[in-house]
């Protein structure tokens, strides 16, 4: 039996103890995992240094922060988010109970991504936990310094059995889809999605995908480009371009694209210096493999602004491309670096129309000052999200569900949707064994009077509440009546 089969059998044994289903042991993992992340806020940090160069404040804003936040809020609302919710009756159903019941799914397979690797491992375990469920936790394998530092602590913290650290790479991997989860939850690119998708389909397993693609990001030429240009220079270059999210690639009309490049330079020179190769701020490719890939990109397009690399380092400046077309290599793939192409377009209609002939992006940023042009870009395309006058925060509002649409992905977490996706809502109606008459219409024989009765009991559109309102209204009048008459 493999170690990956081992591991799954655990977790899937102590979850059928019922140990995760009282709130106050979920709660104490919970826990337990802010716990983790507070006294081991140095091993993260050096882990994700070693991997991506990211510097140590740089890893608790954009790594732990967020993480700890969702733990907080998961906590301060477990209750709430597990509580019975009840749900609209009509007449069949004015004195039963209906509600809709959350409940563990079971036991869930979550597959980090090595971008962010803390932040998008550990942010669905959140949801797992909070909903009731074990998890086994798979960390890539390609920000491997920060893999070993879970897989060595995190079993510390966290019950070992019922949310174990299987590391390993594509072999491992392979191994455990082989196994039958309750719910598969993927971070990464679509085609190791459709791979992923594919083998959970054999054991009927729904899934969860945090996908990618292609952002796009239009500028109105009437807009704040200075601030617009900001706003898109730190989305785009936080984390050295690797964050699925980021604006990657820019559409604006020719009379502004000098502009748009001379701002984004300023940009770059405030946050990164001259020389953001020394920045202790500003990151590094993950590995040789994915440098060569971004480099190669470049081809065919003119660099406006850096352009400079040092395979050594993995290192590739921040860089603007101008005279790209349609058919230029960058605009074949998510780029996932340092590279932002510029295309010009006509105006917003034909922006559109650019997005609406590619695949759905996880994300679609417009800059404007104009409101009906940004409700225009929403009305007419399709998106994970939209984010106007800003880059990446929406990722931020836990009140938002975070997800794709398309090959950007399916499914959404964060806040309460992590609980909500990770949980089966289940749907529950207690009835009396009272009432008979009112059931005799759905009785053989089959009558037209009994037709009838059930047209107007099913059919009619009837507002229980307010009904149910008025009859309390109305015992209060009749109790009143009685009390005067005393």
Known sequence: MSREQL???????????????????????????????????????????????????????????????????????LAEWAAPRPVEKDLLTISDEVYVHPEPLGVVLIIGAWNYPWALTLQPLVGAIAAGNAAVIKPS????????????????????????????????????????????????????????MEAAARH?????????GKSPCYIDKNCDITVACRRITWGKFVNCGQTCIAPDYILCEPSVQSRVVEEIKKSIKEFYTDNPKTFEDYG???NQRHFK????????STVAVGGDSDESQCYIAPT???DVTRESKVMKEEIFGPLLPIITVSGVDEAIQFINEREKALVVYVFSHD????????????SGALLANDCLVHFTVSSLPFGGVGNSGMGCYHGRHSFDQL??????????????????????PHTAKKLGWARFFLLQQVNVCRLQRMSLVAMFAALAAFVVQV
């Open 7 to 77: 591991a799954v059998q655990r977790a899937r044994k102590s979850f059928q103890t019922g140990t995760t289903r009282p709130l106050e042991y979920r709660s104490r993992q919970l826990k337990s995992l802010l716990r983790f992340i507070s006294e081991r806020r140095r091993d993260i940090a050096d882990a994700a240094r070693r991997d991506l160069g990211k510097s140590e404040h740089g890893t608790e804003l954009f790594e732990t922060l967020g993480l700890e936040g969702e733990i907080k809020l998961a906590i301060a609302k």
């Open 141 to 196: 394998e390609v920000s491997s310094h920060s893999a070993k530092v879970m897989e060595e602590l995190l079993p510390q913290y966290l019950d070992k059995d019922l949310y174990p650290v299987v590391t390993g790479g594509v072999s491992e991997t392979q191994e455990l889809l082989k196994q039958r989860f309750d719910h598969v939850f993927y971070t990464g690119g679509s085609t190791v999605g459709k791979l992923v």
């Open 204 to 212: 009927l397993t729904p899934v969860t995908l945090e996908l990618g």
């Open 284 to 286: 590094r490719i993950i």
């Open 293 to 300: 890939r971004v480099m190669a990109l470049m081809e065919g």
């Open 320 to 322: 603007v491309l101008k």
């Open 371 to 382: 409101n009906k042009l940004i409700k225009k870009v929403i009305a007419e395309t399709s």
């Open 423 to 444: 949980s089966h809502l289940r749907s529950c109606l207690i009835k009396q064994l009272k009432m008979e008459v009112v059931n005799s219409m759905r009785y053989p």
